[in-house]
Nanobody
């Protein structure tokens, strides 16, 4: 199993970044996907999650701190999950990790997902 995150970088406050995670080694359609982040010295924090595609509207969940600014989406044809981040703030600075879990978004929210990627660094600074 591989979860390869990319798209991190340095951005000014109020700016935009789009993170992407390419998944391989498992049946992507069967898994919920999500993003968490971690600042050195602090616990990993849930950011956003998206449920498996079932044919209806795909359920998404967001941390209160990013609601209205971040959008998670998935492309089951390309086996990718993306996180669009608008109006970035200095407190969004962290290493962002992609995660996957066959049980749904809840294990991702609790930090107990089956699989985790290697992380990509986002720095919001002027």
């Amino acid at each position: 199993v591989q979860l390869q995150a990319s798209g991190g970088g340095l951005v000014q406050p109020g700016g935009y970044l789009r993170l992407s995670c390419a998944a391989s080694g498992f049946t992507f359609d069967d898994y919920a996907m999500g993003w968490s982040r971690q600042v050195p010295g602090k616990e990993r924090e849930f950011v956003a999650g998206i449920a498996m595609t079932t044919g209806g509207p795909t359920k998404t969940e967001y941390a209160d701190s990013v609601k209205g600014r971040f959008t998670i989406s998935r492309d089951d044809q390309k086996n990718t999950v993306s996180l669009e981040m608008n109006n970035l703030k200095s407190e969004d600075t962290a290493v962002y990790y992609c995660a996957a879990d066959i049980r749904g978004p809840e294990p991702i929210q609790s930090g107990k997902a089956d699989y985790w990627g290697q992380g990509t660094l986002v720095t919001v600074s002027s």
